[in-house]
């Protein structure tokens, strides 16, 4: 009995003298100063297996460093953040564990205390972290959070809000830029958000509906256009139900370029009202033409191309469903052309650039074309050969001297090029150049050069015919291009 009292007394005394060896900063870890801020982390292991305690001690520490910074690690969070977070903590855990290693900056290990007690063994690890550092990591990390959200949550909360407002076609923008960025983030989840951000902007492609206000417009060419060709964007079957405002829609029409029609496009917004009003350029050609409208999404259909295949069908479904959203209206352009007195000369030459007396087949052929088509033409009693060799001015005061009540004067040249025999048939090819000038002004409004052969079973039927041949493609010509 008294070997017992005994052996309880040592234990008391030696467990007092124990407490007595623990550290301060383990009874009382310090508290943080003006300049840093301290982190403690405790590992234990009932075998006594002080690696064991000392990994659980440094997990404890570090999980404590990466509260205060803000890592917060679920479904939503990014491979990108995810492997910052790992690369941070990492480079922390090797800075705990390996004697003089400074990997962050500002992060220092303080003290290590082991505890070895007949239960088991305990690690105390103190660290300390530099504020101004500490605050600079806990900025970043908080930012890459943010971005990698924010840049899916922002515009779809953007889109929704302005769905509930009736102001579809921006609805559609924010969640076209949602799917973008879903599509090309690592979020774990971001199937869910590229496909219900595709599907939000299928729903606000669908309440908008494109009616023209009106059509069949008539236009005088090299004048303009007086009305506007008009379209209203409403949310309902019918015309009437109320206006999309802030729709920016493509109109696209036909100008004239070199003589030849290219497509330009004209964007412009709706109103208040839902109603956008396209007012065409001069237009400088002559007969029907058409001018169509439709949802300017062109910018963001051909960024929907490049997200992963696997999305294709949604997509595919998408850019169907917009380019089902147009108009087209059509209109008219004539020429007043028609009705301003115009005179024909016309000079033909041999393959030698000499006058053929008599012949008039080029202007005889510009004369049906132009006659065909209503145009006011005059005859003009100038000799042919009088042209030759003279100045654009000089012709036209020679044809404003010499006529009366011309306005307009269609001038020129045919000359054959090559005449030869092929088999039982002669093939002759020919050049002309006309000029049409307005005799007041002197001022060229139009020129054009044409090349055609022509066959004939004689030399000179094959002439005749060719002539007559450019002379029509000439006229042709002149109806389309001059105002």
């Known amino acids: 009995m008294r070997v017992s009292v005994i052996f309880l007394m040592m234990c008391f005394l030696a467990s007092i003298v124990m407490a007595d060896e623990i550290p301060d900063w383990v009874k009382n870890p310090p508290a943080d100063s003006e300049q840093f801020v301290y982190f403690s982390g405790q590992g234990f292991s009932a075998v006594k297996n002080v690696s064991e305690a000392e990994k659980i001690a440094t997990d404890d520490l570090i999980s404590g460093v990466l509260r205060f910074v803000g890592v917060r690690i679920h479904s939503e969070t990014s491979t990108e953040v995810v492997a910052t977070a790992d690369s941070y903590e990492s480079e922390l855990r090797k800075q705990v564990t390996q004697s003089g290693s400074a990997r962050v900056t500002g992060f220092q290990i303080v003290n290590k205390w082991i505890h070895t007690l007949d239960i088991g063994v305990t690690v105390y690890i103190l660290a300390r972290y530099d504020k ?60 869910i958000y590229v496909n219900r951000n595709i599907d939000d902007a299928m729903q606000a492609i669908e309440r908008i509906n494109l009616y023209k206000l009106s059509d069949n417009i008539t236009a005088f060419v090299g004048h303009e256009i007086k009305e506007p060709f008009a379209v209203k964007v409403a949310v309902g079957p019918v015309i009437d139900t109320r206006g999309v405002p802030q729709v920016a829609l493509e109109f696209s029409y036909k100008k004239l370029h070199n003589m030849s029609k290219r497509i330009e496009t004209s964007v412009i917004k709706t109103d208040k009202d839902g109603i956008s009003n396209f007012m065409h350029p001069v237009c400088q050609f002559v007969g029907r033409e058409t001018v169509t409208v439709m949802l300017s999404l062109a910018s963001y259909l051909k960024k929907l191309e490049n997200i992963p295949r696997k999305y294709q069908s949604k997509v595919d479904g998408f850019k169907r469903l917009v380019v089902s959203k147009k108009v087209t209206f059509d209109f008219t352009v004539l020429s007043q052309v028609k009705d301003i007195p115009s005179g024909i000369i ?23 074309i132009l006659t065909q088509n209503g145009f006011n033409i005059r005859p003009v009693t100038i000799s042919p050969a009088l042209i030759l060799h003279m100045s654009d001015s000089d012709i036209t005061k020679l044809i404003k001297n010499n006529t009366t009540g011309i306005e307009r004067a269609i001038f020129g040249t045919a000359q054959i090029l090559d005449e030869r025999k092929d088999g039982s048939k002669y093939i002759v090819k020919v050049t002309g150049t006309i000029k049409v000038v307005d005799i007041a002004s002197g001022k060229i409004l139009f020129e054009k050069t044409i090349q055609k052969s022509g066959l004939g079973s004689s030399l000179n039927a094959a002439k005749n015919s060719s002539f007559k041949t450019v002379g029509k493609e000439l006229g042709k010509a002149v109806a389309r291009g001059v105002q």
């Open 346 to 368: 016309i000079a033909e030459l041999d393959s030698n650039g000499q006058l053929i007396s008599g012949s008039n087949h080029t202007a005889s052929g510009i004369l049906e």
């Open 132 to 191: 101004k550092e500490l605050y600079k990591e806990k900025a970043r990390m908080e930012q890459l959070f943010i971005e990698t959200i924010e840049a899916v949550a922002i515009p779809e909360r953007e889109g929704n809000e302005y769905f509930r407002q009736g102001r579809y076609y921006e609805a559609v923008i924010r969640f076209i830029e949602a799917t973008l960025a879903a599509a090309e983030s690592d979020l774990e989840n971001k199937d």
